[in-house]
T-cell receptor
Framework: GAVVSQHPSRVICKSGTSVKIECRSL??????MFWYRQFPKQSLMLMAT?????????EQGVEKDKFLINHASLTLSTLTVTSAHPEDSSFYIC?????????FGPGTRLTVL | GQQLNQSPQSMFIQEGEDVSMNCTSS?????WLWYKQEPGEGPVLLIA?????ELTSNGRLTAQFGITRKDSFLNISASIPSDVGIYFC?????????FGEGTQLTVNP
């Protein structure tokens, strides 16, 4: 149990467009999900904490108007990168919390041309 | 904010050798976690440590939670080619994970 999926696994988009990434907990309910960003050869950096039914909590330096998070159900959180630019190209990873432990998704590779 | 220093940054070893990596923190954590990440994948939990001084094994992996609660190490014994990947430590404070910078492990057959 405790499987987390992400969709899409890879996305390429043009600069200025918006991209939505989905994170689903497949076999458990998660009131809290987390979104991380990982640049090449770097560590995972927490972007925001997503709580079901309430506003996300963003880390310092992460623009909430640019990275829109919606956690509308106990099994789904979405991250929308609005008006994406090449510097937003990164590996975006979500995790879902169950009994205090975080279970990670497989990541989404975003490339902005 | 909290920072984790992980070393070494990379290791190149021969199959069969033992490996050791460690993390130190400027602040105390209540839980230490060790993850492995393979290219294009999310991190997978290897070992979780919940008490200062705790020594825990998972197959060929052994990890310890430092007495000061500010450090942890991970040992891999008798490495094999499939051990290749990036290993991350993570300190847990509340619901937040703070990750170390990672150790890239390469195992030559």
């Amino acid at each position: 149990g405790a499987v987390v999926s992400q969709h899409p696994s890879r996305v390429i988009c043009k600069s200025g467009t918006s991209v939505k990434i989905e994170c689903r907990s497949l076999d458990f309910q998660a009131t809290t999900m987390f979104w991380y960003r990982q640049f090449p050869k770097q560590s995972l950096m927490l972007m925001a904490t997503s709580n079901e039914g309430s506003k996300a909590t963003y880390e310092q330096g992460v623009e909430k108007d640019k990275f829109l998070i919606n956690h509308a159900s106990l099994t789904l959180s979405t991250l929308t990168v609005t008006s994406a630019h090449p510097e937003d190209s990164s590996f975006y990873i979500c995790s879902a919390a169950r009994t205090g432990e975080q279970f990670f998704g497989p990541g989404t590779r975003l490339t902005v041309l | 904010g909290q920072q984790l220093n992980q070393s070494p940054q990379s290791m190149f070893i021969q199959e069969g050798e033992d490996v050791s990596m460690n993390c130190t923190s400027s602040s105390i954590f209540n839980t230490w976690l060790w993850y492995k990440q393979e290219p294009g994948e999310g991190p997978v939990l290897l070992i979780a440590l919940y008490k200062a001084g705790e020594l825990t094994s998972n197959g060929r992996l052994t990890a310890q939670f430092g007495i000061t609660r500010k450090d942890s190490f991970l040992n891999i014994s008798a490495s094999i080619p499939s051990d290749v990947g990036i290993y991350f430590c993570a300190g847990v404070s509340g619901s937040r994970l703070t990750f170390g910078e990672g150790t890239q492990l390469t195992v030559n057959p």
